[in-house]
């Protein structure tokens, strides 16, 4: 499972902009995994709140949004939505497809309190 490693970073993430920031709590923690990330967002869920307990992100409400991926066709010059890698171009079908967006996962920001 590697969501639990995903989540130490993420936590890793968090402490050092609690460090640099000087905030006590994150109340709201929203990410964003990609469709093509590799990530379960139930599993990283469940892994954010085991290395949470005891930081400044336990009890934070964890969002994960979801974006589709999207692809870009070097053969027709044309992005589409995708749903794995390697699928042909819908436009064309050329295999020359590149990603271009949805394969990353990411700490989009956070809600933070002093108390």
């Given at each position: 499972?590697?969501?639990?490693?995903?989540?130490?970073?993420?936590?890793?993430?968090?402490?050092?902009?609690?460090?640099?920031e000087r905030?006590?709590?994150?109340?709201?923690?929203?990410?964003?995994?990609?469709?093509?990330a590799?990530?379960?967002?139930?599993?990283?869920?469940?892994?954010?709140?085991?290395?949470?307990?005891g930081?400044?992100?336990?009890?934070?409400?964890?969002?994960?949004?979801?974006?589709?991926?999207?692809g870009?066709?070097?053969a027709?010059?044309?992005s589409?939505?995708?749903?794995?890698?390697?699928?042909?171009?819908?436009?064309c079908?050329?295999?020359?497809?590149q990603t271009?967006?949805?394969?990353?996962?990411?700490?989009v920001?956070l809600?933070?309190?002093?108390?």
């Amino acid at each position: 499972m590697h969501e639990l490693s995903l989540a130490g970073s993420i936590l890793k993430i968090v402490e050092d902009a609690a460090a640099r920031e000087r905030f006590r709590r994150v109340t709201t923690l929203r990410l964003e995994a990609g469709r093509l990330a590799g990530v379960e967002p139930a599993a990283l869920r469940f892994a954010l709140d085991a290395v949470a307990r005891g930081t400044c992100l336990e009890g934070a409400a964890i969002q994960i949004d979801e974006p589709a991926a999207r692809g870009f066709c070097m053969a027709c010059c044309r992005s589409a939505e995708i749903t794995e890698r390697g699928q042909p171009c819908p436009h064309c079908g050329s295999l020359q497809v590149q990603t271009d967006g949805g394969d990353a996962l990411r700490v989009v920001d956070l809600v933070v309190a002093d108390d």
